[in-house]
């Protein structure tokens, strides 16, 4: 990248963009105050005792003040929506007490945590029943990065991420915790979780709002609240921002065309820093942004925007001076070369509304689809067969693992697609060239991340696996995932 370099694109296929779609519901202005932006708390642990960690995490039903009036009934974790941030450091070993007080089965799936599937990674395989609860642990090993959790009951996901269940996840290590990047949580560094959602005498109504191709709300939530408003305090701001839409593509910039650095995507620390004026995410994709508020003076507001919409205000305050500049690379990316031998894997996204298939089949959680063997690193061609003519972006997202982008119908990935990622929006028409490494054992999940597509059976999976420790995986079915046991 040279120093000069500002990208003002989206880089994305404008004709596939969702505002095209037939369906696509145009966001509103929503006539709520301003109020002041949700920066989730920290989850405190139960314990810790040396390396070993104790978390519970509790998925509860209950009420926020979203609008005036009435307040909604909303589900969150540890919270009355979204969830506290949980906040993990690469090598800890820990130990989760996962609670299910909702009224209807759920998972808890750690979205970008590369740890053991199928129960550990919390996919369909792995239910909490109501008023049950179930333990997992797991020693963390991946550098930092911002993820998330959210529930995966296929098909139920979709409706249970619509009432409010979805936190951000910040894991943190040594290499990133030397960059001078800011990191005071909650002060210059805050998760930036962007939602849409329409309301029904203040209240959600999922089936009412549904969409096959994804739901879609009209109003912007980020953090859960409508027209947030940050007080800046320092100059730079770090925004870890989370696409934790059902469906929504955001295309951000800021209302004055302000530059901001990307520094980071899903699975980690970029290995340069890119400068930009927009970005885009699709479906639970993310991008860790610096914004330097120099040039702006006490008393300034700068709105993030998505297309022309706004989505929170930056009220800037006083700070001092800050003149650190980042260095032109900020970490090595792990050069992986394909293991001799093995072929090219293809994954195939087809189709819109109730006729979407991933590899021309639905979803079977008995089905084991292929299977890749851990430690060796295979490319995989990722293709959406829409036409670009009326077709859609699929957000294709593989659980166990992370990968590199290595060409968009063999051009070169975009700019800020250097580092490892665990989704990776796909344009209508295009084949995106992945190389795919797993580290852990397990049957995961990979699927179209638009979670109606996904509950509709747009999702496969494949054993990560080693010859040296053969493994045994119990797969449920549906019914058995949606039948409580006695
Ligand atoms: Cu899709």
């Known amino acids: 990248m040279s120093e000069q370099t500002v990208y003002n694109n989206y880089f994305y296929d404008e004709p596939v963009y969702d505002l095209h779609d037939g369906g696509y519901v145009p966001l509103e202005h929503a006539d709520v105050p301003e ?4 920066v989730p708390a920290v989850l405190k642990p139960d314990k810790v005792d040396g390396n070993d960690v104790w ?5 509860q039903a209950g009420e926020t003040q979203i609008l005036p009036g009435q307040k909604t009934k909303t589900w969150g974790y540890n919270a009355s ?5 949980i906040v993990l450091k690469d090598g800890v070993h820990y130990h989760v007490h996962i609670v299910n007080d909702l009224p209807e089965v759920t998972t808890l799936h750690w979205h970008g945590l590369n740890i053991p599937g199928p129960i550990t ?3 369909p395989h792995a239910p909490v029943y109501p008023g049950k609860s179930r333990d997992i642990e797991f020693t963390l090993n991946q550098p930092a990065q911002t993820d998330w959790i959210h529930p995966h009951p296929c098909p139920n996901t979709a409706r249970q991420v619509w009432q409010g269940l979805a936190a951000a996840v910040v894991v943190t290590d040594d290499i990133e915790g030397k960059l001078p990047f800011p990191r005071d949580y909650g002060v210059d560094d805050i998760p930036v979780v962007l939602q849409d959602r329409s309301y029904h005498d203040n209240q959600l109504d999922y089936d009412a709002d549904y969409d096959m191709d994804g739901t879609l709300g009209k109003y912007m939530l980020v953090n859960g609240t409508i027209n947030g408003v940050f007080d800046v305090t320092t100059q730079r701001v770090r925004l870890r921002m989370l696409n934790g839409a059902d469906r929504r593509e955001y295309r951000l910039h800021f209302s004055d065309d302000h530059e901001f650095t990307q520094i ?3 699975g980690g620390v ?9 970005v885009m995410l699709t479906a639970a994709e993310r991008a860790e942004v610096i914004v330097d508020f120099g040039d702006y003076k006490p008393g300034d507001r700068v709105q993030l925007m998505t297309d022309d919409m706004p989505v929170m205000t930056f009220a800037i305050g006083d700070f001092e001076r800050d003149d650190t500049v980042l260095p032109a690379h900020l970490v090595d990316i792990e050069d992986w070369q394909p293991t001799p031998g093995l072929p090219v894997e293809k994954t195939v996204m087809s189709g819109m509304d109730d006729e979407v298939l991933l590899d021309g089949k639905l979803f079977d959680m008995q089905r084991i689809d292929r299977r890749q063997q851990v430690g060796t690193v295979v490319d995989w061609d990722v293709t959406n067969t829409n036409e670009m003519d009326g077709g859609m972006i699929h957000p294709f997202h593989m659980h166990g693992c992370h990968f590199l982008i290595l060409s968009r119908n063999g051009h070169a990935p975009y700019p800020n697609e250097h580092g490892f990622k665990d989704t990776v929006g796909v344009n209508a028409g295009e084949t995106v060239r992945i190389r795919v490494k797993f580290d852990v054992l397990g049957v995961f999940m990979y699927h179209c991340h638009i979670l109606e597509h996904e509950d509709t059976g747009m999702m496969a999976q494949i054993e990560a696996y080693d010859p040296d420790q053969p493994q045994t995986y119990h797969l ?11």
Do not use: H
Request: charged fraction near 25%; charge should be negative.
């Open 121 to 123: 990674d919390g996919g």
């Open 81 to 85: 929506l979204l969830g506290q941030t």
């Open 35 to 38: 109020q002041p932006l949700n």
């Open 264 to 266: 980071a995507s899903d």
């Open 55 to 59: 978390y519970t995490i509790r998925a």
């Open 270 to 278: 970029l290995p340069e820093p890119v400068q930009m004026k927009k």
């Open 476 to 486: 449920l079915s549906m019914d058995d995932l949606m039948t409580k046991p006695e």
